[in-house]
């Protein structure tokens, strides 16, 4: 079964997720951006979600964790928790 490293910052707005992604393409670390913004238990580890399988995730953020590019920032996705960027760190 296939397996990947994610981390993600979930946040309420489409607007606020782009806002969050500009400052990451800027060059803001990914982990700092999570403690302060995203809303999952998660953000506490920098949006670390640790090493996830196939079918673990709700489908969207599953498609991206599985089918995007790796070691680049995804996203808004949208959910039912809300809108998420995505970073895949690697994929097996």
């Given at each position: 079964m296939a397996t990947a490293l994610a981390r993600h910052i979930l946040v309420k707005t489409s607007e606020e997720a782009e806002a969050i992604k500009k400052r990451l393409s800027s060059g803001s670390d990914f982990g700092k951006l999570a403690k302060k913004h995203s809303s999952c238990k998660s953000g506490r580890r920098g949006g670390d979600l640790g090493e996830v399988r196939s079918g673990q995730m709700v489908k969207v953020i599953d498609d991206v964790i599985f089918k995007?590019?790796?070691?680049?920032?995804?996203?808004p996705i949208k959910s039912q928790f809300g809108f998420h960027l995505v970073e895949v760190v690697y994929r097996d």
């Open positions: 995007k590019a790796t070691n680049q920032v995804h996203g």
